[in-house]
Nanobody, 125 residues
Framework: QVQLAESGGGLVQAGGSLRLSCAAS????????MGWFRQAPGKEREFVAA????????YYADSVKGRFTISRDDAKNLVYLQMNSLKPEDTAVYYC??????????????????WGQGTQVTVSS
């Protein structure tokens, strides 16, 4: 398993941008699929985006498609979430997670074995 730590959250006005980073430890980082999830107060954790181990495929929730971009830099053990055109409904704690294998779909948190501590994103109207 890898250990994960998110950064880059903060307060931004609607329409603004933020880039979240997720730093991973471990020599096998490049073999893991990576994902971003978020959880707003009083709501369940929901899928945001995922990228496969080779970066050949990326997946997005409908609510963020066209606004968010996930990417990875295996040389630096980093995963990014570029968030543009932010909306107040994007306000949540954002979590980075790693996934080994393809038993579960990307949008399910069940298949992700390691999670970061989360970073708060607040979008003001």
């Amino acid at each position: 398993q890898v250990q994960l730590a998110e950064s880059g959250g903060g307060l931004v006005q609607a329409g603004g941008s933020l880039r979240l980073s997720c730093a991973a430890s471990g020599r096998t980082f490049s073999t893991y699929h990576m994902g971003w999830f978020r959880q707003a107060p009083g709501k369940e954790r929901e899928f945001v985006a995922a990228i496969n181990w080779s970066a050949s495929s990326a997946y997005y929730a409908d609510s963020v498609k066209g606004r968010f971009t996930i990417s990875r830099d295996d040389a630096k053990n980093l995963v990014y979430l570029q968030m543009n055109s932010l909306k107040p409904e994007d306000t949540a704690v954002y979590y980075c997670a790693s996934k080994a294998g393809d038993r579960f779909p990307y949008y399910s948190p069940v298949g992700f074995g390691s999670w970061g501590q989360g970073t708060q994103v607040t979008v003001s109207s």
